[in-house]
């Protein structure tokens, strides 16, 4: 292990152990526990038929961004890491206009949940610190389920394409997807979207493993699933009492953030 890589491993130890001294004051000691934290997070009085009217639209304008980035590279000789790159960004643009367009459009969308605040980027890095732990275990033992089961566990494709990453600008074009579209198009989605209008329908463990599920389904990884719906409950939960989705975008960003830090030095994750 190089040096990199040593420091890489003991920062991380450092979150994690900082992470679980945050998440017992915070959440998990007999104080925490019996502190009654307010639910900050409203109630989304929206009808089925619209609820049904926001997913076709982010659905269709997903579709129509992917339709769009594969005519322009129709203009384009590049290499297909690129190619992919290209088509993530404009898939992601698609949701995020699409999600745009029914906010704007919607009458029953509360801007509360949208403000950003000042306290939102330390709110979202304890977020982080509190899931980077319980996400980190579950990982780990997931992983060994399945080479106990003996499913083969082959890398998932962008993680692949970061660690063969050549050209500095599609570097720095792959941490910008992973840490600014996707965080802002994959929480508006799946938690202000998903989890925020099925809280008060479903009961609370539905409400929250549903979208969870979903949002690890979306990356096609069977080795990251387990691991991903454990944050995405976290997600959720802090969301719910937060009552505000930026904090959990920061932390969602920080996580992959995170992520690309240490397959850049050389840590296994």
Known sequence: MSATSRAA????IILLLGGLLLAWREALSPAARARQTPVRLSEWPLPVADFLRFLLIVVCATLAGNLAGTLVLKLWSIGTDTRAMVLTAFSQAGMLAGIGFFKASAERVAPRD??????DLAAGGAIFLVALPFVTATNAGWLWLLKTCGVELPKQELVDMFLHARAPAL?????????????????????????????????????????????????????SFLPLVVLGIIFSLAYERTGRVAPVIVAHACFNLNTIVLLLCGVGV
């Not at 491993?9 to 991380?12: D, K, L, R």
């Not at 949208?114 to 306290?119: D, E, K, L, Q, S």
């Not at 997807?177 to 809280?199: D, I, N």
């Open 171 to 223: 570097l720095a074009f792959m941490i910008l997807l992973a840490t600014v579209t996707a965080p802002l198009s994959e929480e508006l989605l799946f938690r202000a979207g998903f989890f925020r209008y099925l809280r008060t329908r479903l009961p609370r463990w539905a409400a929250l493993l549903g979208p969870a599920c979903l949002f690890a389904a979306l990356h096609q990884h069977v080795a």
């Open 114 to 119: 949208f403000a950003v605040t000042p306290g």
């Open 9 to 12: 491993f003991a920062a991380e």
